[in-house]
């Protein structure tokens, strides 16, 4: 798996509270991953699995129906890159410091998945 953080969208103090000690949570969407695995349920667990893993290290992340509202409401289809204006709408919408992408090029039979 290859995973990706888009930081900022276009705001440097985002980038600044990125970079230097963290004051306050940092919210995030984490967007499916590109699934170049062809195995959806895996995908899906390891996109669980991701969303957990900054949970857990106390990141706020964006999940639900607010994350496939702003897909389908910006038409994002390719999910391995995040373009300006998609990471400009993230951060007005949902209120997000950063996006994560990721992509599953070979799942692996370990738990967690991987």
């Known amino acids: 798996m290859c995973a990706a ?3 900022g969208a276009s705001s440097s103090h985002a980038l600044d509270s990125a970079v230097g000690p963290f004051v306050s ?3 995030i969407v984490v967007f499916p991953p590109v699934d170049e695995a062809n195995d959806p349920i895996r995908a899906d667990e390891i996109h669980g699995a991701i969303r957990d893993g900054f ?3 106390g ?3 964006a ?3 607010v ?3 702003f897909l389908e409401r910006h038409r994002v289809r ?3 890159g995040v373009t300006p204006a998609v990471a400009a709408a993230a951060r007005s919408e949902l209120g997000v410091d950063a996006v994560v992408v990721s992509s599953v090029l070979r ?4 738990v967690p998945p991987r």
């Open 59 to 61: 990141f706020i992340v």
């Open 63 to 65: 999940v639900g129906e």
């Open 67 to 69: 994350l496939e509202q």
């Open 55 to 57: 949970a857990a290290h």
């Open 107 to 110: 799942v692996d039979e370990t």
């Open 78 to 80: 390719w999910l391995s």
């Open 5 to 7: 953080i888009a930081i």
């Open 25 to 27: 949570p940092v919210r």
